[in-house]
């Protein structure tokens, strides 16, 4: 059973306008959520990450969002650029898990058009 | 300084060979993880270690060892490889209690 769900395959948006990237997941020992990107023929690059005792956490462009009631997170992309679009992963981890590994989402591919 | 660089990029096997993989960072990271990622199935994890000389089970572990001699290098071995084993390899490491974790760019794998 998925524990990270990230339920859109993918998203196509305009240049300047927000991506708004989702991700649910199903186990509540999970405290602390971080985002990745990867293009195609590179790893996984990390973007941005919230501890569960946060709502929100903003970096620049990126903003990430926790809604641990609902067990959603959300990324936010604002102005989106075309050096944006690759392969969105969301990630957590918690308590029990191996060492501070990662459980990924299946990913999101984020299409940025000029 | 480099990061986490993998060896090799690109390898084709043949079904019953062997190989190993390697893995090196030059962060001094405690923490070290060996992923593989399939079309629509995100990464999971094959094995980790949390330090030198550790090694733990992830989530799929079955047909592949590792070692971790050193604590700049972990090594994933498969014995006797399987068609399944085609994938794309990542390998990353973590410093001491860091949920962020450093990616090297990956070896593809092909069993034929």
């Known amino acids: 059973d998925q524990q990270v769900k990230q339920n859109s395959p993918s998203l196509s948006v305009q240049e300047g306008r927000i991506s708004i990237l989702n991700c649910d997941y199903t186990?509540?020992?999970?405290?602390?959520f971080l985002w990745y990107k990867k293009y195609p023929a590179e790893g996984p690059t990390f973007l941005i990450s919230?501890?569960?005792?946060?709502d929100k956490n903003e970096d620049g462009r990126f903003t990430v969002f926790l809604n641990k009631s609902a067990k959603h997170l959300s990324l936010h992309i604002v102005p989106s650029q075309p050096g944006d679009s690759a392969v969105y992963f969301c990630?957590?981890?918690?308590?029990?898990?191996?060492?501070?590994?990662?459980?990924f989402g299946k990913g999101t591919t984020l299409s940025v058009s000029s | 300084n480099a990061g986490v660089t993998q060896t090799p990029k690109f390898r084709v096997l043949k079904t019953g060979q062997s190989m190993t993989l390697l893995c090196a960072q030059d962060?001094?990271?405690?923490?070290m993880y060996w992923y593989r990622q399939d079309p629509g199935m995100g990464l999971r994890l094959i094995h980790y270690?949390?330090?030198?000389?550790t090694t733990a089970k992830g989530e799929v572990p079955d047909g592949y060892n590792v070692s971790r001699l050193k604590k700049q290098n972990f090594l994933l071995g498969l014995e006797s490889a399987a068609p399944s084993q085609t994938s794309v390899y990542f390998c990353?490491?973590?410093?001491w209690g860091s949920g962020e974790q450093y990616f090297g760019p990956g070896t593809r794998l092909t069993v034929t």
């Open positions: 919230i501890s569960s005792i946060k």
């Open positions: 990630a957590a981890s918690g308590e029990g898990q191996a060492g501070t590994a990662l459980i």
């Open positions: 270690s949390v330090g030198e000389g």
């Open positions: 962060m001094n990271h405690e923490y």
């Open positions: 186990n509540s020992m999970f405290d602390y």
């Open positions: 990353a490491s973590s410093a």
